[in-house]
């Protein structure tokens, strides 16, 4: 009999949003955060993506994913996206290009 409860995607989701309402403190989890933004779960990809802005500069390490999911097929993904490009605060010799490039798509 399969176990009861939410499921898998909906658990890396919700467990992707508490992190980010740890903000700062989840630091430890950004890595793991990181590789979320490459689920199959929209939803999961832009909760990743939304704690990863949370956390902010702390989640430098994440840029090259944040900067992948600005070219996500998923609209909300790609909000998600701007919104940690900007709290995370990389450098811009590399946020600049990234931005540019979603422009240009």
């Given at each position: 009999r399969?176990?009861?409860g939410p499921?898998?995607?909906?658990?890396?989701?919700?467990a992707a949003r508490a992190l980010g309402a740890v903000g700062p403190?989840?630091?430890?989890?950004?890595?793991?955060?990181a590789a979320a933004v490459k689920d199959a779960s929209p939803k999961v990809r832009s909760y990743a993506l939304y704690a990863l802005g949370m956390i902010g500069a702390p989640a430098q390490s994440a840029f090259p994913a944040v900067a992948e999911a600005?070219?996500?097929a998923d609209p909300v993904v790609r909000r998600e996206a701007v919104k940690a490009m900007g709290r995370i605060?990389?450098?811009?010799?590399?946020?600049?290009?990234?931005?540019?490039?979603?422009?240009?798509?």
């Open positions: 399969p176990a009861r499921a898998p995607h909906r658990r890396r989701g919700r403190a989840a630091a430890p989890a950004v890595e793991k955060l600005l070219n996500d605060k990389p450098p811009l010799d590399q946020a600049i290009p990234a931005l540019v490039q979603a422009l240009e798509k």
